[in-house]
């Protein structure tokens, strides 16, 4: 597998490439990467919980698809290792549809024959991104009161996956 490219380059919000058609004719990007996430809601979604816990971004950013992954294992490994399957909600709330491109440059010996400068600049699709705005959720977990703690603590270590900053942002539900 190629290494990945540091995140600074994708970092600034660019308007997105997410042109996909069923008709090869019409599609902007060739090719369309899998998405990495495997679940976007985890645990016991039928039940009811007093609490709900958000993650929210600090600022615009994107977000790759292995890095909301990364956020979402930590998160849910946590949680279930206390609760168990049952007791808590976890979901992931931004979908990765901007699509990552790459125009890779050569270096080296003989690097003039390979490389096509600016003249077929556009890339290659290389992953997909979130782009999250300022006061975002991220991620949201529901779950009681007396799990509360051990939420914040997981959603507090998947904040550290992601880049930029994160707060946690608790409301209370009306049950009933």
Same mark, same amino acid.
């Given at each position: 597998?190629?290494?990945?490219?540091?995140?600074?380059?994708?970092?600034?919000?660019?308007?997105?490439?997410?042109?996909v058609?069923?008709?090869?004719?019409?599609?902007?990007?060739?090719?369309?990467p899998?998405?990495?996430i495997?679940?976007?809601?985890?645990?016991?979604?039928?039940?009811?919980?007093?609490y709900?816990?958000?993650?929210v971004?600090?600022?615009?950013?994107?977000?790759?698809?292995?890095?909301?992954?990364?956020?979402?294992?930590?998160?849910?490994?946590?949680?279930?290792?206390?609760?168990?399957?049952?007791?808590?909600?976890?979901?992931?709330?931004?979908?990765?549809?901007?699509? /990552?491109?790459?125009?890779?440059?050569?270096?080296?010996?003989?690097?003039?024959?390979?490389?096509?400068?600016?003249a077929?600049?556009?890339?290659?699709?290389?992953?997909?991104?979130?782009q999250?705005?300022?006061?975002?959720?991220?991620?949201?977990?529901?779950?009681?009161?007396?799990?509360?703690?051990?939420?914040?603590?997981? /959603?507090?270590?998947?904040?550290?996956?992601?880049?930029?900053?994160?707060?946690?942002?608790?409301?209370?539900?009306?049950?009933?």
């Amino acid at each position: 597998m190629a290494k990945v490219r540091k995140f600074a380059a994708y970092r600034r919000i660019e308007r997105p490439y997410t042109r996909v058609s069923k008709y090869r004719k019409k599609n902007y990007i060739r090719a369309n990467p899998a998405i990495q996430i495997a679940r976007f809601v985890m645990g016991n979604n039928r039940a009811s919980y007093g609490y709900t816990l958000r993650l929210v971004s600090k600022e615009d950013l994107q977000i790759r698809s292995n890095a909301i992954e990364s956020a979402r294992l930590t998160c849910n490994k946590m949680i279930e290792d206390e609760l168990g399957k049952t007791g808590y909600v976890i979901r992931v709330n931004k979908y990765p549809h901007h699509i /990552l491109r790459e125009n890779p440059l050569a270096s080296g010996a003989g690097a003039d024959r390979m490389s096509t400068g600016m003249a077929a600049s556009f890339g290659k699709p290389i992953g997909h991104a979130a782009q999250v705005r300022r006061g975002e959720t991220i991620f949201t977990v529901k779950t009681d009161k007396k799990n509360l703690q051990l939420a914040t603590k997981a /959603l507090h270590r998947a904040s550290s996956k992601l880049p930029k900053g994160c707060y946690i942002k608790v409301s209370e539900n009306k049950l009933g």
